[in-house]
Every structure is written in structure tokens, then in C-alpha cells.
């Protein structure tokens, strides 16, 4: 299985059409990296617990990386809406996992609760990407 995955891996590295993807994947990532952040501040503002507000942040901006992923970055890989949304949350499930872990790292480090979100995002993003593009996106 490893082989499997490193030559798609290597055949990802070695394609344009999945550069101008990961361009894609990161203008969406952008949009999503903006509402999460509005949205965590927001809840932080009104009094929640930082983990509670990163995770009600991660599923807003989740619902519209997903939409924007589905009809433009990986239109031409579009499957069943279930298949690929449900494929697309565990992968989104595995990445908020691992950015509330980084988050509480970072904050157990001193870092504020608006910047540790902030890098805890960008951080967690090529986990997401690989995710999405090797298994909730893939071709049929």
C-alpha cells in the first residue's frame, strides 16, 4: 500500500493540472482560513471555551470549503455528493483533530488564542490537502 501512495504521491509532485489544483485548493483554503477565523473570534468574543469555538468555526467554514472544492477545484473529480461529502468530512474530522491538538499546544506555549488558531490552520492545511485530493476527490 505504501508504494501505492508514494507513486501517487510522486505523480502529484510531477503534474501541473495538480499544482493548479493545490492553487485552487489554497485560494478555497483562503476563503475557509478567513471565515474560520472571523467566526473563532466571534465566539471567543462572546465568551466560549477556545477548543469549543475552534471547533463550531472549523464546521462553518468546512461546509463552504467543501462547496467551493466540489464545483471548482476538483470539478472535473465530482462523484456522488454522499460519497465525497461524507469521504470529506472524515478527512475535515482528521484535521480538526489535529488542529485542535496544535492549537492547545500552542496555547499551553503561551501563544494568544487568535494567533495559535491562526497557525494551527496553516499548519494542519497539507494534511487536508493530501486527504482531500488522494481519497475524498479521487477518480473513480
Known sequence: MEVTVRSRA?????????????????????VGYGINLAVYALLLHAGLHYLLAATCSFLVAVTSNYTLNRHWTFRDRRAGVATQGMRFFVVSLAS??????VLHVLISL????????AIAIVLVTPLNFVGNKL?????S
Not at 11 to 30: D, N, P, S, Y
Not at 135 to 139: A, E, L, M, N, T
Open 10 to 30: 510522486q505523480t502529484v509532485l510531477r503534474t501541473r493540472r495538480h499544482w493548479e489544483q493545490l492553487g485552487k485548493f489554497c485560494a478555497v483554503g483562503a
Open 96 to 101: 480538526l483533530g489535529a488542529n485542535l491538538l
Open 110 to 117: 503561551g501563544a494568544g488564542k487568535l494567533v495559535g488558531q
Open 135 to 139: 481519497w475524498s476527490f479521487r477518480r
